[in-house]
């Protein structure tokens, strides 16, 4: 299945984040779908949470993300607060406000 919409997994890893609810707004004014699942404190538990929601990335903030993460996620991008504007207009593919998907100021 196909989204008209990046979906992305915003999780604060073992330590809550104030960021991540102002990224999540960013990501969110731009178009993307945003999943914010909030702390969390092992990998095992944003691998779980991703397979639940099938983002097509995971950002991680509130503590760096484990190096391995990417590949326990089958290959799904990770990026944290610094990366996120170059994951996801790489994923997007440099688009930005869709007709499908106008930001939520416009809505």
Do not use: C, N, W, Y
């Amino acid at each position: 299945m196909r989204r008209d919409r990046l979906r992305v997994l915003l999780v604060e890893f073992t330590r809550p984040d104030p960021a991540a609810v102002a990224l999540g707004r960013l990501l969110r004014d731009d178009g993307v779908e945003v999943v914010h699942a909030g702390p969390v404190v092992t990998v095992e538990q944003i691998v779980r949470t991703a397979e639940q929601e099938d983002p097509d990335a995971v950002g991680v903030l509130g503590a760096a993300p484990p190096e391995d993460l990417e590949d326990a996620l089958g290959g799904v991008p990770v990026f944290t607060a610094e990366t996120a504007s170059e994951v996801v207009k790489r994923l997007a593919g440099g688009r930005s406000h869709t007709g499908e998907a106008p930001s939520d100021r416009v809505r």
